[in-house]
Protein backbone atom coordinates (compact mmCIF):
# COMPACT_ATOMS: atom_id res chain seq x y z
CA UNK A 1 0.00 0.00 0.00
CA UNK A 2 1.55 3.42 -0.79
CA UNK A 3 1.52 6.46 1.74
CA UNK A 4 -1.24 8.37 -0.74
CA UNK A 5 -4.21 7.71 0.84
CA UNK A 6 -6.06 10.41 -1.72
CA UNK A 7 -5.58 9.29 -5.12
CA UNK A 8 -6.59 12.48 -6.99
CA UNK A 9 -4.20 14.82 -5.11
CA UNK A 10 -0.63 13.55 -5.76
CA UNK A 11 1.74 13.83 -2.95
CA UNK A 12 3.69 17.16 -4.72
CA UNK A 13 0.30 18.82 -5.30
CA UNK A 14 0.87 21.21 -2.15
CA UNK A 15 4.60 21.69 -2.90
CA UNK A 16 3.54 23.07 -6.23
CA UNK A 17 1.10 24.99 -5.04
CA UNK A 18 3.38 26.76 -2.59
CA UNK A 19 5.79 27.50 -5.16
CA UNK A 20 3.29 28.77 -7.13
CA UNK A 21 2.08 30.76 -4.02
CA UNK A 22 5.81 32.03 -3.42
CA UNK A 23 6.55 33.46 -6.87
CA UNK A 24 3.34 35.09 -6.82
CA UNK A 25 3.98 36.86 -3.76
CA UNK A 26 7.69 37.77 -5.01
CA UNK A 27 5.94 39.46 -8.44
CA UNK A 28 3.45 40.86 -6.64
CA UNK A 29 6.40 43.12 -4.55
CA UNK A 30 8.59 43.44 -7.15
CA UNK A 31 5.83 45.07 -8.96
CA UNK A 32 5.03 47.09 -6.58
CA UNK A 33 8.62 48.25 -6.01
CA UNK A 34 9.05 48.69 -10.05
CA UNK A 35 5.87 51.10 -9.66
CA UNK A 36 6.99 52.56 -6.09
CA UNK A 37 10.36 53.07 -8.02
CA UNK A 38 8.78 55.02 -11.11
CA UNK A 39 7.05 57.23 -8.83
CA UNK A 40 9.55 58.12 -6.60
CA UNK A 41 12.08 59.45 -9.47
CA UNK A 42 9.10 60.78 -11.71
CA UNK A 43 11.26 60.37 -14.89
CA UNK A 44 11.06 62.45 -17.96
CA UNK A 45 9.96 60.79 -20.96
CA UNK A 46 8.67 56.76 -21.30
CA UNK A 47 11.78 55.57 -22.25
CA UNK A 48 13.57 56.42 -18.83
CA UNK A 49 9.92 55.31 -16.79
CA UNK A 50 10.38 51.84 -18.79
CA UNK A 51 14.15 51.81 -17.28
CA UNK A 52 12.98 52.86 -13.40
CA UNK A 53 10.45 50.27 -13.72
CA UNK A 54 12.74 47.69 -14.77
CA UNK A 55 15.19 48.46 -12.51
CA UNK A 56 13.44 48.69 -9.01
CA UNK A 57 11.71 45.57 -10.32
CA UNK A 58 15.03 43.57 -10.67
CA UNK A 59 16.89 44.86 -7.25
CA UNK A 60 13.49 44.52 -5.74
CA UNK A 61 13.08 40.48 -7.26
CA UNK A 62 17.06 39.96 -6.25
CA UNK A 63 16.47 41.60 -2.73
CA UNK A 64 13.35 39.10 -2.26
CA UNK A 65 15.09 36.16 -3.46
CA UNK A 66 18.19 36.79 -0.74
CA UNK A 67 16.15 37.72 1.72
CA UNK A 68 14.26 34.40 1.06
CA UNK A 69 17.06 32.28 1.12
CA UNK A 70 19.00 33.58 4.12
CA UNK A 71 16.27 34.16 6.66
CA UNK A 72 16.99 31.78 9.07
CA UNK A 73 20.35 33.52 9.52
CA UNK A 74 19.09 36.55 9.66
CA UNK A 75 16.39 35.75 12.11
CA UNK A 76 19.29 34.78 14.50
CA UNK A 77 21.42 37.04 14.23
CA UNK A 78 18.64 39.32 14.65
CA UNK A 79 16.96 37.59 17.97
CA UNK A 80 20.47 37.70 19.28
CA UNK A 81 21.04 41.50 18.19
CA UNK A 82 17.11 41.91 19.57
CA UNK A 83 17.40 40.38 23.40
CA UNK A 84 21.23 42.46 23.95
CA UNK A 85 19.61 45.00 22.91
CA UNK A 86 16.81 44.82 25.75
CA UNK A 87 19.44 43.47 28.19
CA UNK A 88 21.14 46.93 27.72
CA UNK A 89 18.35 49.36 28.00
CA UNK A 90 17.39 47.26 31.33
CA UNK A 91 20.43 47.95 33.00
CA UNK A 92 19.61 51.03 34.94
CA UNK A 93 17.78 48.12 37.69
CA UNK A 94 18.36 44.86 38.31
CA UNK A 95 14.65 43.26 38.50
CA UNK A 96 14.41 44.75 35.20
CA UNK A 97 17.63 43.08 34.14
CA UNK A 98 16.51 39.83 35.46
CA UNK A 99 13.00 40.06 33.50
CA UNK A 100 14.63 40.96 30.53
CA UNK A 101 17.31 38.09 30.45
CA UNK A 102 14.59 35.77 31.80
CA UNK A 103 11.44 36.52 29.60
CA UNK A 104 12.36 37.65 26.17
CA UNK A 105 9.50 38.17 24.55
CA UNK A 106 8.10 39.58 27.68
CA UNK A 107 10.38 42.00 28.12
CA UNK A 108 10.20 43.37 24.45
CA UNK A 109 6.33 43.82 24.34
CA UNK A 110 7.59 45.95 27.92
CA UNK A 111 10.35 48.29 26.35
CA UNK A 112 8.43 48.75 23.03
CA UNK A 113 4.82 50.17 25.06
CA UNK A 114 7.59 51.97 27.58
CA UNK A 115 9.64 53.47 24.86
CA UNK A 116 6.35 54.37 22.82
CA UNK A 117 4.81 57.12 25.14
CA UNK A 118 8.53 58.25 25.72
CA UNK A 119 9.71 58.78 22.12
CA UNK A 120 6.80 59.51 21.16
CA UNK A 121 6.83 57.86 17.46
CA UNK A 122 6.74 53.97 16.55
CA UNK A 123 10.10 54.32 14.64
CA UNK A 124 12.49 53.33 17.59
CA UNK A 125 15.53 51.04 16.72
CA UNK A 126 13.94 48.46 19.19
CA UNK A 127 10.42 48.52 17.29
CA UNK A 128 11.78 48.46 13.87
CA UNK A 129 14.40 45.44 14.31
CA UNK A 130 10.97 44.14 16.12
CA UNK A 131 8.95 44.25 13.10
CA UNK A 132 11.80 43.32 11.32
CA UNK A 133 12.58 39.37 13.14
CA UNK A 134 8.10 38.77 13.04
CA UNK A 135 8.63 39.61 9.11
CA UNK A 136 11.52 37.18 8.78
CA UNK A 137 10.01 34.50 11.20
CA UNK A 138 7.07 34.36 8.62
CA UNK A 139 9.23 34.08 5.80
CA UNK A 140 11.29 31.48 7.29
CA UNK A 141 7.92 29.60 8.92
CA UNK A 142 6.51 29.57 5.38
CA UNK A 143 9.71 28.32 2.89
CA UNK A 144 8.91 25.21 0.84
CA UNK A 145 11.34 23.30 3.23
CA UNK A 146 9.32 23.89 6.00
CA UNK A 147 6.47 22.60 4.23
CA UNK A 148 8.25 19.85 2.49
CA UNK A 149 9.35 18.67 6.09
CA UNK A 150 5.83 19.07 7.47
CA UNK A 151 4.32 17.07 5.41
CA UNK A 152 7.29 14.14 5.27
CA UNK A 153 8.67 14.84 1.97
CA UNK A 154 11.54 16.41 2.74
CA UNK A 155 14.15 16.83 -0.42
Not at 67 to 79: E, F, K, M, P, T
Not at 87 to 94: E, G, I, N, Q
Request: charged share 15%.
Amino acid sequence: MTGNRDPEKPPEDIERRHDKAREFLIDALSLAMGTLAVFHYEPKGTLAGVIAFAGGYVIAKLLVELLWSCSGALLGVLSVLIYMATLVMALSSLPAMLLSALLPGIAQAYWIWALWPATGSLFHPLTLSCVAWLILLGITIFKRNLFATLFGRAR
